[in-house]
């Protein structure tokens, strides 16, 4: 068999980090142990009923068995603008300010491709969300890691970075409430971030894939409340994780009309729009989908708090949850993050994500996902306790 050589952007793709601890989670569930999967960020609980009957009913329409329009329905980018509207007071105009997408995943590569040339700078969170990385690199740019500490509440800290940095930069990557620290952004955080993006002409882009998912009374804050944000970058949004449609692909960016252009003009290229059917049902969604949000966003709380309160019991302290469905926990001493993730996987069959693969500020902490049952949870941690580690 022939062997073709990829090229180079291909090559330069970073290596899928967490890629082994899938296999390891797999080999011990074949083996036919009881594994608590709590590594993943795929969401656990089915697609509201109303929102898949809409796909079925819209799937028999002929309408929706043709090419859709190359940039998506009108209805749905309609949607889109009253769903930002109605849920954070932005106004958006549909036409030229609303981009849908295949996922937020895909959009947050083709961002990089849109904007950047060979050995730009992109200013990048560190930890954070690996896809950022794969537009980079592809784009032959170069990152400028902000590191996200504890001490700053898991928020970049500007005055900490040169001048010479902030004035090469040409984008920026944020993501509230974030994976995988699970801190949140304040309104001033983001009054911040424009004052610095107009100062050194940077074009940010807010990954709000967790904007649903909130511990607090208050929705987490959306980057496009604040004043100029518009003018200086986008948001993307995805329908994965408010209406627990991962695997259906819709997702948009909002914002900034020359980036959304941007985007569109990218696509036109690699594909025709979402099938229609599923742009039809992501607008039921859009319009009618804030009471299951609410109840999706009380089961997380309870998961969270059942979390907590046992990792507590068991003197696991100092865990962050304050957006997202992911806790954010320090490793015991004498570990590192994989040290410690290894010992949970083969001691007491619980997967959790190590920081470290999300960048090297994640060093010293893992990654819990809320996406198993309150009894999992607890079991998880009563498997951890008898490691004696705290
Ligand atoms: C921070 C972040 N951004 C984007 C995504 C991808 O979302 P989508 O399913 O829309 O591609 C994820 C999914 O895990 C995520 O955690």
């Given at each position: 068999m022939m062997e073709f050589e990829y090229s180079q952007a291909l090559k330069r793709l970073?290596?899928?980090?967490?890629?082994?601890?899938?296999?390891?989670?797999?080999?011990?569930?074949?083996?036919?142990?009881?594994?608590?999967?709590?590594?993943?960020?795929?969401?656990?609980?089915?697609?509201?009923?109303?929102?898949?009957?809409?796909?079925?009913?819209?799937?028999?329409?002929?309408?929706?068995?043709?090419?859709?329009?190359?940039?998506?329905?009108?209805?749905?980018?309609?949607?889109?603008?009253?769903?930002?509207?109605?849920?954070?007071?932005?106004?958006?105009?549909?036409?030229?300010?609303?981009?849908?997408?295949?996922?937020?995943?895909?959009?947050?590569?083709?961002?990089?491709?849109?904007?950047?040339?060979?050995?730009?700078?992109?200013?990048?969170?560190?930890?954070?969300?690996?896809?950022?990385?794969?537009?980079?690199?592809?784009?032959?740019?170069?990152?400028?890691h902000m590191p996200l500490l504890e001490e700053n509440l898991f928020l970049p800290d500007y005055d900490n970075l040169s001048h010479e940095d902030l004035n090469d930069a040409k984008l920026m990557f944020l993501n509230y409430p974030n994976n995988p620290t699970a801190a949140t952004a304040t309104k001033a955080f983001f009054d911040e971030t424009v004052q610095v993006a107009n100062e050194h002409h940077i074009?940010?882009?807010?990954?709000?894939?967790?904007?649903?998912?909130?511990?607090?009374?208050?929705?987490?804050?959306?980057?496009?409340?604040?004043?100029?944000?518009?003018?200086?970058?986008?948001?993307?949004?995805?329908?994965?994780?408010?209406?627990?449609?991962?695997?259906?692909?819709?997702?948009?960016?909002?914002?900034?009309?020359?980036?959304i252009k941007a985007l569109e003009l990218i696509q036109d290229h690699y594909y025709v729009s979402i099938f229609g059917a599923i742009q039809k049902a992501a607008k039921k969604a859009l319009d009618d989908g804030q009471e299951s949000v609410e109840q999706l966003n009380q089961l997380y709380q309870k998961r969270r708090e059942t979390f907590l309160q046992q990792s507590e019991k068991i003197g696991w302290h100092g865990g962050t949850a304050s957006g997202s469905f992911f806790v954010w926990m320090p490793t015991p001493e004498g570990y590192t993050s994989e040290e410690f993730a290894n010992l949970l996987l083969e001691k007491a069959h619980v997967v959790v994500a190590p920081g470290n693969g999300f960048g090297k500020a994640g060093e010293g902490f893992v990654r819990i996902g809320l996406l198993d049952s309150e009894e999992r949870l607890q079991e998880a941690c009563v498997r951890i306790e008898k490691l004696s580690l705290f």
């Amino acid at each position: 068999m022939m062997e073709f050589e990829y090229s180079q952007a291909l090559k330069r793709l970073p290596e899928q980090f967490f890629a082994k601890l899938v296999k390891k989670t797999q080999a011990l569930m074949e083996a036919g142990h009881d594994v608590i999967n709590l590594g993943q960020g795929n969401p656990d609980q089915p697609t509201p009923a109303f929102i898949v009957e809409e796909l079925q009913e819209a799937s028999n329409n002929p309408k929706f068995h043709k090419y859709p329009p190359f940039q998506g329905f009108p209805f749905l980018k309609e949607s889109i603008a009253n769903f930002y509207q109605s849920q954070y007071q932005v106004d958006l105009d549909p036409n030229s300010e609303v981009a849908i997408l295949f996922g937020a995943k895909t959009g947050l590569v083709e961002i990089s491709q849109c904007l950047l040339n060979e050995n730009d700078k992109v200013l990048l969170p560190d930890p954070g969300y690996p896809d950022y990385m794969s537009g980079i690199a592809l784009a032959n740019a170069s990152p400028i890691h902000m590191p996200l500490l504890e001490e700053n509440l898991f928020l970049p800290d500007y005055d900490n970075l040169s001048h010479e940095d902030l004035n090469d930069a040409k984008l920026m990557f944020l993501n509230y409430p974030n994976n995988p620290t699970a801190a949140t952004a304040t309104k001033a955080f983001f009054d911040e971030t424009v004052q610095v993006a107009n100062e050194h002409h940077i074009c940010v882009v807010h990954d709000f894939a967790y904007g649903a998912i909130g511990n607090s009374d208050e929705p987490p804050q959306s980057f496009l409340q604040s004043k100029g944000a518009k003018e200086i970058g986008i948001e993307v949004y995805t329908l994965s994780k408010t209406f627990n449609m991962a695997g259906w692909r819709v997702a948009f960016a909002v914002g900034n009309p020359s980036i959304i252009k941007a985007l569109e003009l990218i696509q036109d290229h690699y594909y025709v729009s979402i099938f229609g059917a599923i742009q039809k049902a992501a607008k039921k969604a859009l319009d009618d989908g804030q009471e299951s949000v609410e109840q999706l966003n009380q089961l997380y709380q309870k998961r969270r708090e059942t979390f907590l309160q046992q990792s507590e019991k068991i003197g696991w302290h100092g865990g962050t949850a304050s957006g997202s469905f992911f806790v954010w926990m320090p490793t015991p001493e004498g570990y590192t993050s994989e040290e410690f993730a290894n010992l949970l996987l083969e001691k007491a069959h619980v997967v959790v994500a190590p920081g470290n693969g999300f960048g090297k500020a994640g060093e010293g902490f893992v990654r819990i996902g809320l996406l198993d049952s309150e009894e999992r949870l607890q079991e998880a941690c009563v498997r951890i306790e008898k490691l004696s580690l705290f």
